[in-house]
């Protein structure tokens, strides 16, 4: 009877384990993009924040975490010497910058990939500031635009 008793153990712990063993499941993923015109800027050395989010932020699912991050940025063209571009990222609600790349020179029309703000919520912004030395002010935009891809997870 004891040997009896182990056997139907052991098989309801077999079955009890092949129950809950997980099953593969895949993630649902996302992403969003905005475009937009810089600002202007009025002095050798001033710069020129732009913010860039998904509106409404509600569109994004509440728990999607970034898994990518791709900003196309392309200078003024205002004969300037010089200019850097810095990357940052926000949490939702926050007006402060969390995460932020080194300035980065550019001198045409750059993409720059990031990894850094991976994890992060979705529902954040990204901000990208322009800084320009040399060349004639006030310097504006153009029709030239930045344009920010988030890609997540959720």
């Not at 935009?141 to 890609?151: E, F, H, L, P, Y």
Request: hydrophobic share 30%; aromatic share 10%; charged share 10%.
């Amino acid at each position: 009877m004891n040997r009896n008793i182990r056997v139907t153990a052991v098989l309801v712990g077999a079955v009890a384990s092949a129950a809950v063993a997980p099953s593969p499941a895949s993630a649902a993923t996302g992403s969003w993009t905005v475009s937009q015109s810089k600002y202007n800027i009025y002095l050798d050395g001033g710069y020129a924040t732009m913010y860039f989010s998904k509106s409404p932020q509600s569109a994004v699912p509440s728990n999607a975490l970034i898994t990518g991050t791709s900003v196309l940025v392309t200078p003024y063209p205002n004969g300037r010497t010089s200019e850097t571009v810095r990357v940052c990222y926000r949490q939702q609600y926050s007006t402060t910058e969390i995460l932020c790349t080194e300035p980065q020179e550019i001198t045409g029309a750059t993409t720059i990939t990031l990894s850094q703000f991976n994890g992060q919520s979705a529902r954040g912004s990204v901000t990208v500031r322009h800084t320009l030395y040399g060349g004639t002010y006030p310097a504006t935009g153009g029709t030239a635009q930045d344009t920010v891809t988030v890609s997540y997870q959720y």
